[in-house]
């Protein structure tokens, strides 16, 4: 399984040095991986800030990595939702998944970092979370009245946007159950968030690529998992993706 790494130039994860400050970012998605569900992932990935589950994540893994990692974790839903749904508003329990924040349709903040979220993929079966792109762009317009606010207060609208599926045409397949929104394009070019997290798109061959700049964002698939820094000048500029990468196999 391939994992992301963004080497910062700074030391300390999560500390200030010489006027910066950095985070260290988790995310995971769609697959539980033997060498992260394990005792000793925290000793082979080292310290992290925030996490991110972008979907089709058990409860129990979620849980592990939050109990791990000491870190809160932040996530929204996918197409393969595994706990039991109401067979009316065919929605997953609240408390399901009770170790995460679920951003789907919210704004949260942490240490200076302005989240949001939207679940679900492009409706192929009418199964739960899944979503035409009218809806999708309801699901997006219900954050912008917060990200309004984020943008008088502190200069942007938002510094990182959690979807389960992509962009359409950014890291996407063509078959109807993972074709990506393009709803999200617009969005991300009017808010120009600094990352863009999915999941969705398995990452069977390791030629297809996990980081993609579009427009003053980059997007990147969180399948398994990826680790990357996210940092700013003074406390106070706006956030961004450390630029040097390295990908190394678990």
């Known amino acids: 399984m391939v994992n992301l790494s963004v080497m910062s130039t700074l030391e300390n994860n999560g500390k200030s040095l010489q006027g910066s400050e950095t985070l260290r970012v988790f995310a ?3 697959v539980v991986e033997p060498q992260i569900y394990n005792s000793g992932v925290a000793d082979w990935l080292g310290p992290v800030d925030i996490m991110f589950s972008c979907g089709d994540l058990p409860p129990y893994y979620l849980d592990f990595l939050v109990s791990t990692f000491h870190a809160p974790m932040f996530h929204v839903l996918g197409n393969h939702c595994d706990v039991p749904h109401d067979s009316v508003t065919n929605r997953c329990s609240p408390g ?22 939207v679940e679900g993929s ?6 739960p979370h899944q979503y035409n792109e009218q809806q999708m762009e309801l699901n997006l317009l219900r954050l912008v009245p917060g990200m ?28 109807i159950a993972h074709r990506g929104f393009t709803s999200l394009i617009p969005f991300i070019e009017r808010f120009k968030p600094a990352l863009l997290l999915h999941g969705h798109t398995h990452r069977y061959d390791p ?3 996990v980081r993609t700049r579009y427009a ?21 500029s706006a956030w961004k993706v450390a630029a040097t990468t390295e990908s190394r196999r678990g």
């Open 28 to 30: 995971v998605s769609d």
């Open 96 to 117: 399901a998944y009770a170790g995460a924040q679920n951003l789907n349709g919210r704004l949260a903040e942490y240490r200076g970092l302005l989240l949001g979220g």
């Open 122 to 127: 492009p409706v192929y079966n009418r199964g």
């Open 148 to 175: 309004i606010l984020n943008k008088v207060r502190t200069g942007r609208y938002l510094d990182v946007l959690l979807t389960h599926a992509p962009p359409r045409g950014i890291h996407d397949n063509t078959d």
């Open 207 to 209: 030629m297809q690529p």
């Open 216 to 236: 003053e964002t980059e997007i990147v698939n969180a399948y398994g998992h990826v680790l990357l820094d996210l940092s700013r000048d003074n406390g106070v």
